[in-house]
């Protein structure tokens, strides 16, 4: 399985940047898709998730409201649309898949069983 992250980058506070993420090497089933994140001299983090076969959309508190995941079943692609970003956003976000789906550890990155490259992004004031 390889996944592939893009879309990072440099933006201001209360800018937007769209994340995605290309999975390819493997059918989803009943997967969960989702990104984490993680700041300098931090643990990484959860950010949100997506099951695969329902569309079932999970989110940290921090980002709920302001982030929104989706997927493109067709394209085997999940999106991470970002807005009102802030300074605390700043991190390398990674896409992530948890192919035995328990939703009381779909937050937990140890559940995650295949890894992105991580993508830079950067909140300017």
């Known amino acids: 399985v390889q996944l592939q992250a893009s879309g990072g980058g440099l933006v201001q506070v209360g800018g937007s940047l769209r994340l995605s993420c290309a999975a390819s090497?493997?059918?989803?089933?009943?997967?969960?898709m989702g990104w984490f994140r993680q700041a300098p001299g931090r643990e990484r983090e959860f950010v949100a998730t997506?099951?695969?076969?329902?569309?079932?959309?999970y989110y940290a508190d921090t980002v709920k409201g302001r982030f929104a995941i989706s997927r493109d079943k067709a394209k085997t692609t999940v999106h991470l649309q970002m807005n009102s970003l802030n300074a605390e956003d700043t991190a390398v976000y990674y896409c992530?898949?948890?192919?035995?789906?328990?939703?009381?550890?779909?937050?937990?990155?140890?559940?995650?069983?295949?890894w992105g490259q991580g993508t830079q992004v950067t909140v300017s004031s």
């Open positions: 997506i099951r695969w076969s329902t569309g079932a959309t």
């Open positions: 090497g493997r059918t989803f089933g009943n997967d969960a």
């Open positions: 992530a898949i948890n192919r035995n789906v328990i939703t009381s550890t779909l937050r937990s990155p140890n559940q995650y069983d295949y």
